[in-house]
Every structure is written in C-alpha cells, then in structure tokens.
C-alpha cells in the first residue's frame, strides 16, 4: 500500500511545525510511504498537493497540520468550504469569507476510519479526539481541497486530515507532545486506516 504524508512549513513566527518533522520521523510499518512539505501558503498548497496526486497514485493520502494550544492528537471529521484567516499565511495572504473551491460543496467528511484510528491512538496512551472542526486557515484549506479532489479525479483514494499538538520545546505553557509520540501516533493512524474498512460506531460528537 501507497501512502503520502504530508506536513506545513513552520508559520506564524515559529521556527518549526511539528506536522512536518514528525511526519518525517515516521517509520512505516507494513506500508510505503511518501513524505511531501506543503507552504503553509492558500491555493499554492493544494497545488503542490494536487501535483503530487496526479504524478503517483497513492492509496492513502494523509495531511498533517499544527493545531497549537490542543492537548490531543485530533484526526479532523470535516473540511469546510471557507477560508476565513485571522493570521495572514506565508506570503502574506488573508483571504476573509471566500470558497476554497468556488460552486463546490458546503463540506466534506474525511474517509478515514476517524473513530477508530482514536481509539487506538487512546488504546496505545496517546491522547486523542475526534475534531469536527480544522478551523478556516490553511489547514482546513488543504483538507477541504484535498477531499474536492478526492471527489472529483481520484476515487479510489482514502484521505482525511489530522491535527497535532505542539511539542515541548515550542512552548512553556501550552500543552505538548514529544515529536516521537507524535510520529507513533501518525504511524498508529496510517496502520488503523489500512487495517480498517468500516469505521466504529461510538459516540464522538462534542456538546458544544
Ligand atoms: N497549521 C495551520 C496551517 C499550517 C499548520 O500547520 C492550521 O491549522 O490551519
């Protein structure tokens, strides 16, 4: 089996993105894998990540992205189509209210298997959540336009979006998680997904 990680560049002043050295720091287990860095940049990150899609067929595609201030590793439900950015991006863009692809669907949900690849992640210690949301930056961008592609050019593909934590020496207040664990919990991702093709039928849904 084919798989594609992929991480961002460093953003908002920070000097590293853990999405990215962790997604490097993976050790396939039983798979293949294929690492791609994405510019934490609108529209230019779905187009690298729509080259790579139409140069290798891959069986799953995963985006990674840094969600700093979450304590868990959170395999994201569904991508919306809407960029609203409070920061500006890499190359100083702030896109406030617009599509991320114009006339196509409100949302989409992610194919991975999200509640169980979290219960493994919980079954193996690594704290983690089901998100219902990636926010209305880039992340969401690329999980939303990867999902639009999924849809339109490359059906056979499995692919979602998870969201991860700080590490420790990014911050002294917020919560982290060591790189290593990290990189385990995307590898525990990878394995669930491929090992499973009916998702669990818990409860995930936050109140509020
Ligand atoms: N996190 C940002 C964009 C890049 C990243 O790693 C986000 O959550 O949108």
């Known amino acids: 089996m ?3 990680l992929t991480g961002f560049e460093p953003f908002d002043g920070q000097r590293t993105n853990p999405s990215w050295d962790a997604a490097v720091a993976v050790r396939p287990t039983g798979y293949t894998l294929a690492t791609l860095q994405l510019p934490c940049v609108f529209d230019e990150s779905l187009r690298v990540l729509e080259n790579a899609l139409s140069t290798h067929r891959y069986d799953v595609v995963i985006s990674v992205g840094q969600a700093g201030g979450r304590p868990n590793i959170t395999p994201e439900r569904v991508a919306v189509n809407l960029n609203d950015a409070r920061i500006p991006d890499n190359a100083g863009n702030q896109p406030v209210d617009t599509p991320v692809v114009p006339h196509a669907p409100t949302a989409y949900f992610s194919t991975l298997p999200v509640k169980a690849c ?3 992640l919980t079954a193996a210690g690594i704290p983690a959540a089901v998100s219902h949301t990636a926010g209305a930056f880039v992340c969401n961008h690329v999980f939303y336009g ?3 592609l999924v849809a339109t050019e490359h059906p056979h593909l499995r692919a ?3 969201h991860v934590p700080f590490t420790p020496d990014q911050t002294q207040d917020a919560p982290s998680l060591p790189l290593s664990t990290t990189a385990q919990a995307l590898d525990l991702i990878i394995r669930t997904t491929l090992e499973t093709s009916q998702d669990l039928h818990t ?5 509020h």
């Open 2 to 4: 084919e798989v594609l």
């Open 203 to 207: 409860p995930t849904g936050t109140l």
């Open 160 to 162: 979602g979006f998870v």
């Open 118 to 120: 979290t219960a493994a």
């Open 146 to 148: 990867l999902m639009h």
